[in-house]
């Protein structure tokens, strides 16, 4: 079956320091997402993203977060000042389609703590 | 706006046994509900989704989900525990429209098998 990739599957940074979480959607996917998981919290969805920009995004992308796709393949989110509360599983995710009982596809995630 | 709630943070059971992971869920129009399954360093994976139609779902690996609107529940269940079954399961919600499709999860279950 095909996957999403996310890289890297750790990342430590400092607070108050930009990190950039990477995926590689599926290639014939036209919708991406990203969704983060708090240590023994719910999976909470963070942005969508489609046709080049985003379609949705929640409370919590504000504006120390955006996203990116620079090249038709890489699906980015950026955390320009990243703060202690930003530890998390960051999970990302894409589809094929549009409808609403579609499978997402979901990458094994990127680990972020920040110290 | 729909939610997710599962009863259970951690359940155990022994190897053989009966699971049962319990999902309970709001949402103001019909549903379209999915389990997912977390093994360790690894993605979301499908386990099986309920949309229209019959309300006993199967899914992979033995599992299957039954939709009950009157009890607004899709429990997760598979007759006997095997040592592999061990890790995370969210339920989620689907919710949304044209183009901004996202998830809704629960907090998670993490399942343990007993030998």
């Known amino acids: 079956e095909p996957e999403v990739t996310q890289t890297p599957s750790h990342q430590v940074t400092q607070m108050g320091q930009e990190v950039i979480l990477r995926c590689v959607p599926i290639?014939?996917?036209?919708?991406f997402y990203w969704y983060r998981q708090i240590l023994g919290q719910k999976v909470e969805f963070l942005v969508s993203?489609?046709?080049?920009?985003?379609?949705?995004k929640s409370e919590i992308f504000d504006d120390q977060f955006s996203v990116e796709r620079p090249d038709g393949s890489n699906f980015t989110l950026k955390i320009r000042s990243t703060k202690l509360e930003d530890s998390a599983m960051y999970f990302c995710?894409?589809?094929?389609?549009?409808?609403?009982?579609?499978?997402?596809?979901f990458g094994s995630g990127t680990q972020l703590s920040v110290l | 706006a729909q939610s997710v709630t599962q009863l259970g943070s951690h359940v155990s059971v022994s190897e053989g046994a009966l699971v049962l992971l319990r999902c309970n869920y709001s949402?103001?129009?019909?549903?379209?509900l999915f389990w997912y399954v977390q093994y360790p360093n690894q993605g979301l994976q499908l386990l099986l989704k309920?949309?229209?139609?019959?309300?006993l779902v199967k899914g992979i690996n033995g599992f299957e989900a039954e939709f009950k609107k009157s009890e607004t529940s899709f429990h997760l269940t598979k007759p006997s525990a095997h040592m592999s079954d061990a890790a995370e399961y969210f339920c989620?919600?689907?919710?949304?429209?044209?183009?901004?499709?996202?998830?809704?999860f629960g907090t998670g279950t993490r399942l343990k098998v007993l030998a």
């Open positions: 309920y949309t229209t139609g019959a309300t």
């Open positions: 995710a894409s589809r094929q389609g549009d409808t609403t009982n579609e499978k997402l596809f």
């Open positions: 290639s014939n996917h036209l919708y």
């Open positions: 989620a919600v689907s919710e949304g429209t044209s183009g901004t499709y996202k998830y809704i």
């Open positions: 949402s103001s129009v019909p549903p379209y």
């Open positions: 993203f489609y046709n080049n920009e985003i379609s949705e």
